[in-house]
Every structure is written in structure tokens, then in C-alpha cells.
């Protein structure tokens, strides 16, 4: 157990000034890979409307939580890539594009029974 008189000693001590590449913070990725999931999610779910037309709406009044369930999990997948290749923007639009547009896909042809 640390008593006072070591803890007072701690305090006073003087830390040595940090060196550049110790005051570098890591950049925030999930904000791109956030909103790289909600576009394509989004664009995505355009996608029925532009194939079958508005009759597609019906369609999707009846369907609709399982659509919205594809929202958070869009969202998760673009922050995990942009965190898996370290920001880089294509590597980020491309995976996320592909992979939350097929499973959007999927969802609807299961569904729609096509």
C-alpha cells in the first residue's frame, strides 16, 4: 500500500516534456466508416426501388423491421473496415459498398421470395 508521503513525493516530481511522436494521437476512423455504412445503406435500399418500381413499397410496409435491422449493422460494418485498413478511403468504400449492398440484397430476395 502507497503511503502519503510517497504519493506527495510522486506529485511533486517533475515529468520530462513529451517528444512529438508521444503527443500524436491516432485519428478517429469510425466517423468515416460510420457514415460510409448509413450512405450505403441507404443506397442500397434505393436499389428495389429503381428494379421494380414503386410497387416495391408495398413490399416493404410489410417487411420493414427487417430492413431497419440492416441500418446498425451497415453502420458497424463500415466502421470495421475503415478500423481494419486504417482509414484508407477506397479499401473503406469499396468492402463496405459490396458487402452491405449484398446483404441488403439478400434480405430483400429472401423475403420477396425471387
Known amino acids: 500500500m502507497q503511503t502519503l508521503s510517497r504519493f506527495l513525493i510522486d506529485i511533486t516530481r517533475k515529468k520530462p516534456p ?16 460510420g457514415c460510409t455504412g448509413f450512405v450505403f445503406f441507404w443506397l442500397a435500399f434505393a436499389i428495389p426501388f429503381l428494379v421494380y418500381g ?3 413499397l408495398f413490399f416493404l410496409l410489410y417487411t420493414w ?3 431497419i435491422t ?3 449493422i451497415s453502420v458497424l460494418i463500415g466502421i470495421a473496415f475503415s478500423m481494419l485498413f486504417g482509414g484508407s478511403l477506397w479499401k473503406t468504400l469499396v468492402l463496405t459498398g459490396l ?5 441488403f440484397w439478400t434480405v430483400f ?5 425471387w
Open 18 to 33: 513529451l517528444t512529438q511522436a508521444e503527443e500524436k494521437e491516432e485519428p478517429s476512423y469510425s466517423l468515416l466508416g
Open 109 to 113: 430476395s429472401f423475403l420477396s421470395g
Open 99 to 103: 458487402l452491405v449492398m449484398g446483404m
Open 54 to 56: 414503386s410497387n416495391t
Open 65 to 67: 423491421p427487417f430492413f
Open 70 to 72: 440492416l441500418m446498425p
